[in-house]
C-alpha cells in the first residue's frame, strides 16, 4: 500500500492564480515527518519543508503556504499568486521515526506547470 | 556554504561495463544516502550510511551495487555489469544526525546505459 499518495499528477494553471497540491499520508507511527520538495527541470531536489508530527501549525513562507491535518492524514501544498519559476514537480515525503534511518518515503509527484 | 555535489553529472556506458559515481556530502552531515530516480517517479532509497557505518542497504540493491564511505567523507557508489534496466538518476543526500533532519539533495548523476 502506498504511504503517500499524490493524487494529481498534473496540474496547469495560469500565472497569477493560486493552486493547491494535495499529499495524503499513511503512518502506524506516533512520531513522524512530513517533507515537501521542489524538483525543476534543471533535476536538482530542493527542500522546501518539514514538518513533524506534533505540530499542526501552518506555515506560510512568501507565497508558500502549508497545511498539517492529522485528522485527514494530510500535508497540502499552496502557491499563492503563482509565477512561471514555480513550474516543477512538486513531491511529498514522509520519514517514520521507527526506521532508524529516517529515509524518505516519497509520493509520486506532481507535476506543476505554470503558464504565461 | 557548499551543498552536496555529485560527479559526474552524466555517464553513458555500454552494457556489462562498470561505473563509479562519487558524492560529497555538505560537510557537517554524518548522514549520507542514496537514491535512484527514473522518469515519472519519486526517489527510491537505495542504501544509508551514518559517519563511515553502511547502516541499510535497500532489498532492490542487487549485488552488482556496492556503496563505500571512507572516512564518514565521501562516498562512492559503483554498479558492476551494468544493465540497460540501470540507467536513471542516482541521488546522493546528506542530513545531520537528527531525527527526522531534512536530507539536501546533489544535483544527481544521469547514467545511460546503451
Known amino acids: 500500500a502506498q504511504k503517500v499518495t499524490q493524487a494529481q499528477t498534473e496540474i496547469s494553471v495560469v500565472e497569477k492564480e493560486d493552486v493547491t497540491l494535495d499529499c495524503v499520508y499513511e503512518t502506524r507511527d506516533t512520531t513522524y515527518y512530513l517533507f515537501w520538495y521542489k524538483q525543476p527541470p534543471s533535476g536538482e531536489l530542493v527542500f522546501l519543508i518539514r514538518?513533524?508530527?506534533?505540530d499542526e501549525q501552518n506555515e506560510i513562507s512568501g507565497r508558500y503556504s502549508w497545511n498539517f491535518q492529522k485528522s485527514t492524514s494530510s500535508f497540502n501544498f499552496t502557491i499563492t499568486a503563482s509565477q512561471v519559476v514555480d513550474s516543477a514537480v512538486y513531491f511529498c515525503?514522509?520519514?517514520?521515526?521507527?526506521?532508524?534511518?529516517?529515509?524518505?518515503?516519497w509520493g509520486a509527484g506532481t507535476k506543476l506547470i505554470i503558464k504565461p | 556554504d557548499t551543498g552536496v555535489s555529485q560527479d559526474p553529472r552524466h555517464k553513458i556506458t555500454k552494457r556489462g561495463q562498470n561505473v563509479t559515481f562519487r558524492c560529497d556530502p555538505i560537510?557537517?552531515?554524518?548522514?549520507l544516502y542514496w537514491y535512484r530516480q527514473t522518469l515519472g517517479q519519486g526517489p527510491e532509497f537505495l542504501t544509508y550510511f551514518q559517519n563511515e557505518a553502511q547502516l541499510e542497504k535497500s532489498r532492490l540493491l542487487s549485488d552488482r551495487f556496492s556503496a563505500e564511505r571512507p572516512k564518514g567523507s565521501f562516498s562512492t557508489l559503483e554498479i558492476q555489469r551494468t544493465e540497460q534496466g540501470d540507467s536513471a538518476m542516482y541521488l546522493c543526500a546528506s542530513s545531520h544526525g537528527l531525527a527526522g533532519g531534512e536530507q539536501y539533495f546533489g544535483p544527481g548523476t544521469r547514467l545511460t546505459v546503451t
Open positions: 560537510s557537517e552531515h554524518n548522514r
Open positions: 515525503a514522509l520519514s517514520e521515526a521507527r526506521t532508524s534511518n529516517y529515509q524518505l518515503i
Open positions: 514538518r513533524n508530527s506534533f
